[in-house]
């Protein structure tokens, strides 16, 4: 009951605005402007920056009591205007805001001005002044105090003779804040994410790699430039300076913990000077703003398994942070991927298809051989089992499955046409007429169409033969000439037909 009697006290006296609270330093001070004095300096130094406040001022020092109202900066950019970085007025519109910084982003990209060093500062500039412009509560605190001077380099002054110091701390990476922004191929035109650029102050959590169908399916090691958060190399995380130590935070004697007495009331909480670490840094370090950490370019290698789909994310821990892999897989021209399995097609030849053999396809991770059986008919699928790809999640491969095409010829010689013919004479059951071809009344088909002399050679052929299987002692279809005689010479009148008997 007393700590909420307390809680409406202070709120009721906030609310009749008899106490006021000074940000980041949560120093309460009432309306009279008692202020206290540092306890850094103990008002003995004018130029002290620290803005912590204690005790009652002595009469006649002013130096050493004041008060700060401050946002953490990784780095001063007093002297930067984000509207002249913009190049747009003071009362420009979202609209027009975000369309210059698209031009000026464009036109300082790291990735587009690999020559020039001062791009990537440019680009760094136009980044934070987009991403404080933009956004409505940053940019009022920015009117408000950022320009209350005449040349951005000095604090202004704001109510009640108070210095108000506008800072600002960037938390998303330039790179970051262009690709969500625009999108992911609205400029990049096939450059990776933002993590691969060298510019950029926050940490990378995702990253798209690219791969080929070859490298998914059978694994790589996948080299990368990533922008991590590690430990501070200078303080090696220790937040201060180099030969110096952290002291004891005087605000909280150490203890980590503060008291605030309103009236009877006594409230304690974490110390809001030290956060709590009970320590006061008096050099903090300079290359990682006390922080200690900072953000580092490391090379990493990334061991892809095999048979990794598309849009499939692997986890893997760079110094503090844990980095988000996103696998982008380019589609294949030969295969077809369903999962685990591959889809392929095969040609094969008319003959192939109707007296059988073999061929030798392209697989996954090796050479097939296929048999193919007699009488194989078009689109017939044909399954290589355990010849897929190797599953990411579980043992064993997919299946290999080869959709057979037979191939039908369209130019033919005369005699591969006579033979044709031939056969369509022969071929029973035929679906409707045969172009070239006629049928007789009692039931036999006869080819009419060119080479019509060959066809019929092949069809008188083919009746010699069937003879001979019925009477062995029938003569062959051409007597060899006696010993004693010498073979007769050919004349040119013998013509086409001595030649495709031949031949045949």
Same mark, same amino acid.
């Given at each position: 009951s007393l700590v909420m009697a307390a809680s409406r006290a202070i709120?009721?006296?906030?609310?009749?605005?008899?106490?006021?609270?000074?940000?980041?330093?949560?120093?309460?001070?009432?309306?009279?402007?008692?202020?206290?004095?540092?306890?850094?300096?103990?008002?003995?130094?004018?130029?002290?920056?620290?803005?912590?406040?204690?005790?009652?001022?002595?009469?006649?020092?002013?130096?050493?009591?004041?008060?700060?109202?401050?946002?953490?900066?990784?780095?001063?950019l007093l002297r930067l205007n984000y509207y002249e970085v913009l190049g747009v007025a003071k009362g420009a519109t979202n609209k027009d805001i975000k369309k210059a910084y698209?031009?000026?982003?464009?036109?300082?990209?790291?990735?587009?001005?690999?020559?020039?060093?001062?791009?990537?500062? $440019?680009?760094?500039? /136009?980044?934070?002044?987009?991403?404080?412009?933009?956004?409505?509560?940053? #940019?009022? @605190?920015?009117? !408000?105090?950022g320009q209350t001077s005449e040349q951005m380099g000095r604090a202004g002054h704001g109510p009640q003779g108070f210095n108000q110091h506008w800072q600002f701390r960037s938390t998303i990476d330039p790179e970051e804040l262009f690709r969500k922004i625009f999108g992911e191929g609205a400029f990049r035109q096939?450059?990776?994410?933002?993590?691969?650029?060298?510019?950029?102050?926050?940490?990378?959590?995702?990253?798209?790699?690219?791969?080929?169908?070859?490298?998914?399916?059978?694994?790589?090691? $996948?080299?990368?430039? /990533?922008?991590?958060?590690?430990?501070?190399?200078?303080?090696?995380?220790? #937040?201060? @300076?180099?030969? !110096?130590?952290?002291?004891?935070?005087?605000?909280?004697?150490?203890?980590?913990?503060?008291?605030?007495?309103t009236g009877p009331f006594v409230m304690r909480s974490t110390c809001r000077y030290c956060q709590g670490t009970r320590q006061y840094i008096k050099f903090p370090c300079t290359e990682c703003d006390a922080k200690g950490q900072t953000v580092q370019r490391r090379r990493i290698s990334v061991p892809v398994p095999a048979g990794v789909e598309d849009g499939q994310t692997v986890r893997?821990?760079?110094?503090?942070?844990?980095?988000?892999?996103?696998?982008?897989?380019?589609?294949?021209?030969?295969?077809?991927?369903?999962?685990a399995d591959v889809h392929t097609d095969a040609t094969i030849s008319l003959s192939q298809a109707i007296l059988g053999g073999t061929i030798r396809i392209q697989g996954v991770y090796e050479d097939q051989v296929i048999q193919i059986m007699p009488g194989t008919s078009s689109h017939t699928r044909i399954c290589l089992s355990n010849k897929g790809l190797k599953r990411v999640n579980s043992y064993g491969q997919g299946h290999h499955y080869v959709n057979m095409k037979i191939l039908v010829p369209t130019k033919l010689t005369s005699e591969q046409k006579a033979l044709v013919q031939a056969y369509a004479e022969l071929e029973e059951d035929t679906p409707g007429q045969i172009l070239g071809v006629s049928s007789r009344k009692d039931g036999t088909k006869e080819a009419y169409a060119e080479p019509q002399n060959l066809t019929k050679i092949v069809r008188e052929v083919l009746e010699k033969a069937k003879g001979g299987e019925d009477d062995s002692s029938k003569e062959p279809f051409r007597e060899k000439p006696p010993e004693d005689e010498p073979p007769k010479k050919e004349t040119e009148s013998s013509g086409d037909d001595d030649i495709a008997k031949r031949r045949i």
């Amino acid at each position: 009951s007393l700590v909420m009697a307390a809680s409406r006290a202070i709120s009721r006296a906030i609310n009749a605005n008899f106490v006021r609270f000074v940000p980041l330093r949560g120093i309460f001070t009432s309306q009279k402007r008692e202020i206290s004095v540092c306890i850094v300096c103990h008002g003995r130094n004018g130029g002290c920056s620290e803005g912590v406040l204690v005790g009652k001022p002595q009469k006649g020092s002013p130096s050493g009591v004041h008060s700060s109202r401050g946002f953490h900066t990784s780095h001063q950019l007093l002297r930067l205007n984000y509207y002249e970085v913009l190049g747009v007025a003071k009362g420009a519109t979202n609209k027009d805001i975000k369309k210059a910084y698209y031009d000026l982003a464009k036109k300082y990209h790291p990735d587009t001005n690999k020559d020039d060093p001062n791009a990537s500062k $440019k680009f760094q500039e /136009v980044s934070e002044a987009y991403e404080v412009l933009s956004d409505d509560t940053k #940019r009022r @605190e920015y009117d !408000t105090f950022g320009q209350t001077s005449e040349q951005m380099g000095r604090a202004g002054h704001g109510p009640q003779g108070f210095n108000q110091h506008w800072q600002f701390r960037s938390t998303i990476d330039p790179e970051e804040l262009f690709r969500k922004i625009f999108g992911e191929g609205a400029f990049r035109q096939g450059h990776d994410d933002f993590s691969e650029s060298q510019f950029g102050f926050g940490a990378a959590q995702e990253i798209i790699v690219k791969l080929t169908f070859a490298q998914a399916a059978r694994g790589v090691n $996948k080299d990368l430039d /990533v922008n991590v958060v590690d430990t501070c190399p200078k303080c090696r995380g220790s #937040r201060c @300076e180099p030969g !110096t130590k952290p002291g004891r935070c005087q605000y909280c004697n150490g203890t980590g913990m503060e008291t605030i007495s309103t009236g009877p009331f006594v409230m304690r909480s974490t110390c809001r000077y030290c956060q709590g670490t009970r320590q006061y840094i008096k050099f903090p370090c300079t290359e990682c703003d006390a922080k200690g950490q900072t953000v580092q370019r490391r090379r990493i290698s990334v061991p892809v398994p095999a048979g990794v789909e598309d849009g499939q994310t692997v986890r893997i821990n760079v110094g503090n942070k844990e980095l988000f892999i996103t696998f982008r897989v380019e589609k294949s021209t030969y295969f077809r991927r369903d999962g685990a399995d591959v889809h392929t097609d095969a040609t094969i030849s008319l003959s192939q298809a109707i007296l059988g053999g073999t061929i030798r396809i392209q697989g996954v991770y090796e050479d097939q051989v296929i048999q193919i059986m007699p009488g194989t008919s078009s689109h017939t699928r044909i399954c290589l089992s355990n010849k897929g790809l190797k599953r990411v999640n579980s043992y064993g491969q997919g299946h290999h499955y080869v959709n057979m095409k037979i191939l039908v010829p369209t130019k033919l010689t005369s005699e591969q046409k006579a033979l044709v013919q031939a056969y369509a004479e022969l071929e029973e059951d035929t679906p409707g007429q045969i172009l070239g071809v006629s049928s007789r009344k009692d039931g036999t088909k006869e080819a009419y169409a060119e080479p019509q002399n060959l066809t019929k050679i092949v069809r008188e052929v083919l009746e010699k033969a069937k003879g001979g299987e019925d009477d062995s002692s029938k003569e062959p279809f051409r007597e060899k000439p006696p010993e004693d005689e010498p073979p007769k010479k050919e004349t040119e009148s013998s013509g086409d037909d001595d030649i495709a008997k031949r031949r045949i």
